[in-house]
């Protein structure tokens, strides 16, 4: 394909027949480990930009808390416990906004969890109110959370923040690994094509000692070697990188029916797509200029 014409047979070594199905496993792997990257980093940002900023205050059931001397306490319904917990909350320095979820959005909430179907009118269930807080607005949460227990005993505020750095720190972690992967499979990559250059040096050593003989400039001897693993490059690249792309395509399609609010979306978009599709022209480069280099290294050490 992109081979000009050439002195030396090698498109006939064994070694040269094995390398594009070689390139084929490194482009999948690769492939696999960059898509992995690129879903990790998109969820963690979506996490990021969901949570960044906000609180959780939950207040739980109150409709049967009675006074101590037995007498029902109409301050202790759950709708007036939620309106002392919202003023607190809406006189506190720093926050944007409160605003308590209606019990059709609890269920809502619940409903990928338990199933829709599942929940009766006496079924009790906290209220929750979704709190957001101005930029960088240094809100102390154990001041509100002290405020907010005195007004409204057992109210407790959700800090999103301590809950996502661990999640952030398994991504990241998990996204090191990827990127460990990736490493490998380049050095796996070069590692290869040096072995099998050095393999047809030593196959056709003679017709390359000829050459030198007629003239031949160490440049030329090693165009015919970087154009062949050029050729082997691309040939397994877009092979590897069909059947990942295939992969990739399945798992989307599969996630894409699994109703999980945590779980971060298997498809790529556009530029996600544009930059893996690069993936076997990037290795078919690699494997020009690691032909082409160590061509010219063993040729350097002919007498």
Known sequence: MFRPRSDLPLEHDAANRFLPWLIVLIVYLAALALAGLMVLSTAASGWGRGLTDTLTVQIPPAASMAS?????????????RVDRA????RATPGVAQAKALSREELLALLEPWLGSGQFTEELSLPALIDVKLKAHSGVSLEGLAATLDAAVPGATIDDHKRWFGRLILLVRSVELIAGGIVLLVSLAAIA?????????LAIHHDVIELLHVMGAHDAYIARQFQFQALDMG???????????ASTLLALGYLSARIEAMLLPSLELNASQ???????PFVVALISMITARVTVLRALAKLP
Do not use: Q
């Open 68 to 80: 101590k001397d037995g007498v029902s306490d109409a301050n202790s319904a759950p709708e007036a």
């Open 86 to 89: 919202l003023e607190v909350l």
């Open 192 to 200: 290869t094509v040096i072995f099998v250059t050095r393999t047809g």
């Open 234 to 244: 691309v040939r397994g690249g877009a092979i590897g990188f069909a059947l990942a």
């Open 273 to 279: 797509w544009l930059a893996l599709s690069a993936l």
